[in-house]
């Protein structure tokens, strides 16, 4: 929205049809929904903006503008979307940016070409978002920028009316074959994707039952994630005890029988140690850990005594599911 409003802007003030701003009134009707329910829980949504823009993270140990960070943005604006054409082949990466930069040199090499405008708009759109996204110091979620895709897609495939044609349906059908081989691969590996990988909804079942059935009637559980929520194991968890009924698990508080749910954080400013001292004040080692997939995703069992529970967490650990 940024983007557009500040590409609008200046096609107002270059031809000086300054009331085509009032056309923006128009968003008043989709945004109303998010002004009541600001209004209705104490602007919620806004005081989030805020922190947003202002970069107030509180639960950071470390700066986040170092070189690990910058290096990781870089290569997502860079190499991100390739990769989710050509499934990560370096080889097939090395033509495509071949094919772009051959494709959009001929096209701005002719000055009367009609859809240059077009081009220029997708380049000022893609660079533009990973410009303003070097100013936010969080993650960068692969759907962040997922919507660039087919966009991406449909600008390589246009590359045909610019490019010798035969070399470009040589790169098409080596592309497709490749793309084919890697899904037809993935298809055969299945059986080693659910209940084993973190993107599996069995993964979460399993896991959540693993503490239950190990649990004691009360127990008390923290779930540790780059977004602060948790939501696959926090769902998980919420589904089962439907099932253990018998059984009461209560996040983010401490009991006898507590849990952490870890899953590894790739944020250098972020680490689970310092959540686990600073914010759930827990500081010794776990009687029992619980081992899931390679990737180190477990869940850490403690025996706390009477002191380490008077221990408060942090306020501002979520005990709600929200938004969802």
Known sequence: MILTFILILFNVIKHKKFYHLLAFLILIIPLSTYIIFDLRHNFLQTRSL???????????????????????????SVGSELNFITDRNILLNFFTIIILFIGFYQVFKNKKDKNKEIYLLFLYLYFGYWLIVIFYKGIIWWHYYWPFLPLLSIIVASFIKYINKKAFFVFIITLIACSFYTKTQLIIKTKNYFGQEKSSWLFYKNMAKTIYEDAPKNFGYFIFSDDNFGYPSWYAMNYMGKFYKNKKAIIH??????????DPSDNPGYSKEWWQKNMVKIDKNPEKVFQFNKSNFRVEKYKLNELDVKKEIDPTLIKTLIFR
């Not at 009991?255 to 952490?260: A, D, G, I, S, V």
């Open 50 to 76: 805020i922190n947003f823009f202002s970069q107030n993270i509180k639960n950071t140990n470390k700066n986040f503008y170092n070189w690990e960070i910058i290096k990781q943005k870089i290569t997502h």
């Open 253 to 262: 508080e401490k009991k006898e029988t507590t849990y952490l749910i870890i």
